[in-house]
């Protein structure tokens, strides 16, 4: 395994302190280690929700080049959101 120094503020290095000292973890690598391991995990759910909301706004985007929308005056927007929760299945709030 590469070595690597890293700085910790003192409530990381607290925090760090107090899980390997619970048992969780067997030294601060290890902890370091896990935290490293939920970060990239995070990372890469991320990127899967960027994708699928630049998906989104694609299929938006196209709906609105077909001409493929409803055009809905302000006065009456509440009415047709209500309408589409129920459209949905959802009860409405």
């Known amino acids: 395994m590469t070595t690597r120094n890293i700085s910790l503020t003192p409530e990381q290095d607290a925090f760090v302190e107090k899980v390997v000292k ?9 902890a370091v280690r896990d935290a490293l391991r939920v970060l ?3 990372r890469a759910e991320d ?14 985007v196209d709906a609105l ?5 409803t055009e809905v005056d302000e006065r009456d927007l509440d009415e047709y959101l ?3 929760t129920v459209t949905s299945g959802k009860a409405a709030p």
């Open 40 to 42: 990239q995990q995070r």
């Open 22 to 30: 619970s048992g969780d973890y067997q030294n601060a690598s290890e």
């Open 65 to 69: 080049e077909r001409g493929d929308f």
């Open 82 to 84: 209500e309408g589409l």
């Open 47 to 60: 990127a899967l929700k960027l994708k699928a909301l630049r998906m989104h706004i694609k299929a938006g």
